[in-house]
T-cell receptor
Framework: GAVVSQHPSRVICKSGTSVKIECRSL??????MFWYRQFPKQSLMLMAT?????????EQGVEKDKFLINHASLTLSTLTVTSAHPEDSSFYIC???????????FGSGTQLSVL | KQEVTQIPAALSVPEGENLVLNCSFT??????LQWFRQDPGKGLTSLLL?????REQTSGRLNASLDKSSGRSTLYIAASQPGDSATYLC????????????FGKGTSLLVTP
């Protein structure tokens, strides 16, 4: 089946640093990618939707200048958490929509811990 | 705004039991509903997808039903096994959402040998 590769799986960083998370569709082209965030014991919440070659659409309450999303190709989207703070510690997961089948596939997630 | 609720939050059963996980949603205008499995440190695996016009879907020991008018879905797992232990997520896709999903908090299932 289709695979979405997400890296890194876990990252620990100091407060104030920036962290980049990559999401790649390995055997399909992803027209649209979605970035979700999940705090402990909470549901996955959509942060933003990115379409290849255009600016991402952010959900209400998500700072676009803090969470930079780049979707430069049909197989790669990146989420950069800029100047991370402890409250940004969370589980981040991407989802990619197959251009042909229109099915959704999820990455394995990234656990971010900001000290 | 669509709210998705899953009950129970956690469930522990002995191996071999049949069990039911519940999902409710506040807005019956949905495009489809999907059940996922989430294992620790891993991504989501889609188990069953029910279109809004469908009543149920089956895959192996899993059966999911959808009652859109009452805003409810159930996931039935027959003859549970320890390997079924995971968190089960219910997600609805609103119409015109561009494939974005609204998730419940999940049910954490533990099947003991």
């Amino acid at each position: 089946g289709a695979v979405v590769s997400q890296h890194p799986s876990r990252v620990i960083c100091k407060s104030g640093t920036s962290v980049k998370i990559e999401c790649r569709s390995l055997d399909f082209q992803a027209t649209t990618m979605f970035w979700y965030r999940q705090f402990p014991k909470q549901s996955l919440m959509l942060m933003a939707t990115s379409n290849e070659g255009s600016k991402a659409t952010y959900e209400q309450g998500v700072e676009k200048d803090k969470f930079l999303i780049n979707h430069a190709s049909l197989t790669l989207s990146t989420l950069t958490v800029t100047s991370a703070h402890p409250e940004d510690s969370s589980f981040y997961i991407c989802s990619a929509r197959d251009r042909r089948s229109e099915k959704l596939f999820f990455g394995s997630g990234t656990q971010l811990s900001v000290l | 705004k669509q709210e998705v609720t899953q009950i129970p939050a956690a469930l522990s059963v002995p191996e071999g039991e049949n069990l039911v996980l519940n999902c409710s949603f506040t807005d019956s205008a949905i495009y489809n509903l999907q059940w996922f499995r989430q294992d620790p440190g891993k991504g989501l695996t889609s188990l069953l997808l029910i279109q809004s016009s469908q009543r149920e879907q089956t895959s192996g020991r899993l059966n999911a039903s959808l009652d859109k008018s009452s805003g409810r879905s159930t996931l039935y797992i027959a003859a549970s096994q320890p390997g079924d232990s995971a968190t089960y997520l219910c997600a609805v896709r609103p119409p015109n959402s561009g494939y974005a999903l609204n998730f419940g908090k999940g049910t954490s299932l533990l099947v003991t040998p």
